[in-house]
């Protein structure tokens, strides 16, 4: 897949659930001010940054989790689980970050990536389930 720069999240990957895509907006916002600010392709402040980043998702995470939990999501364990997974992998990424002593553009893109991911892997399964189950107009405002 190409990136272009600003990243977007696709229509198509909008859940419907007002909060969920206004952070999900929200966390892609931060990564283009991250590649905005790039100079010769590095982020200087990327362990700051990072580790920002990555507690806004997580608190992103514990959000949707209410959000399933309240809705009687009978997949949360898995989407929880996956969602830990993410952060376990995006935590790694940032010592690899650490280790090399720099970040890129390309790193941005991973996270971006991971985004995308839960998004297109899990998010919307819940969307699916609150259609099939009619819980859509309950939960949409959220
Ligand atoms: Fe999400
Ligand atoms: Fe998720």
Do not use: W
């Amino acid at each position: 897949m190409n990136f272009v720069s600003p990243l977007k999240l696709p229509v198509a990957f909008e859940t419907g659930i007002s909060s969920i895509d206004q952070e999900h907006k929200g966390l892609i916002a931060y990564l283009n001010g991250y590649l905005a600010s790039c100079e010769h392709s590095t982020i200087s402040n990327f362990d700051e940054l990072f580790t920002a980043f990555i507690s806004e998702l997580e608190h992103h995470f514990e959000s949707e989790e209410m959000i399933m939990q309240e809705a009687g999501y009978p997949g949360l364990e898995k989407h929880a689980r996956h969602h830990q997974h993410c952060l376990d992998e995006l935590r790694r990424l940032l010592e690899r970050c650490r280790s090399r002593g720099y970040a890129g553009t390309g790193d941005v893109i991973t996270f971006f990536q991971k985004i995308i991911d839960d998004v297109s892997k899990a998010d919307l399964r819940f969307v699916d389930y609150l259609m099939a189950e009619d819980k859509m107009t309950e939960f949409k405002a959220r």
